[in-house]
């Protein structure tokens, strides 16, 4: 199991180990240039691209992305169907690629919802990829962060029935063990790109002493400068989960 960040004091290294990332800003990228919506989320597949390849050598341990949350059905049906289709190429023409790359793919959220294509595509590259571990890469599509914690929930439940009787033995780790991304460690860094400045229902669970930081460049344009300004920003952060600053210069010393 993953160690907590509020039970136990993780190690803070230089580099994050963890970077979670909500792609904002496709649809204003595109129309500030005159074109659909979606022109912009067939940019942001390059973005992603780029993304992958400079966490790679970056030397991140897990990169997770938010490419759909539950709440994005409310979108226009076009919109909704060229995400989906962009979805089902990206993981066609991209697993080669991830598996030469040394990186394993998952996808978490509510698959169900999906077409039972996009489904197989989404096991079957989640199976080739599977021995890989240099790059743990996540993408969270009909993902949400409440959609999480209810489905750990309903499931410790049903793995440990005798919590109804007893709900004081009902522990963190009983419902973090059952959550869609048990085996990543907590994120060390949340990035938002398009300049709002909210979580909108991510890893809830997870965030809770996960650096923030948000960036208004729209996620097409989100290269790997734009990645290292954060990495920058990331590492003149004290990292004092709970603890004070004296106490955090005192270990150091
Ligand atoms: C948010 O921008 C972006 C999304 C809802 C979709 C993200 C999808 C991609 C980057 C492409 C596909 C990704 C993969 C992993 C294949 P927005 O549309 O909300 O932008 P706006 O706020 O400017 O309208």
Redesign the pocket.
Known sequence: MTKSSTQTIPEATDTPQHVVM??????????DRFLP?TA???R??Q??RRVVEACGRKGVRYLT?????SE?WR?PQE?VSL?MR??V???EK?VDKLEEQGVRLRVVGDLSAFEPRLQELIKAAEKRTEHNNTLHLT?A?NYGGRWDILQATRQALRDLPELAAHPENFTESILAERLSMAWAPEPDLFIRT?G?QRISNFLIWQLAYTEMYFTSV???DFDANALEEAFAWYRGRERRFGRTSAQLAEKQS
């Open positions: 909500i792609m904002d800003g496709n649809g204003r990228w595109a129309t919506r912009g989320h067939v942001g597949v973005s992603v992305l938010f490419a759909f949350s994005n979108r919109e995400l962009l979805f190429q990206t993981l991209e993408i599509a398009g709002e729209y996620w097409p």
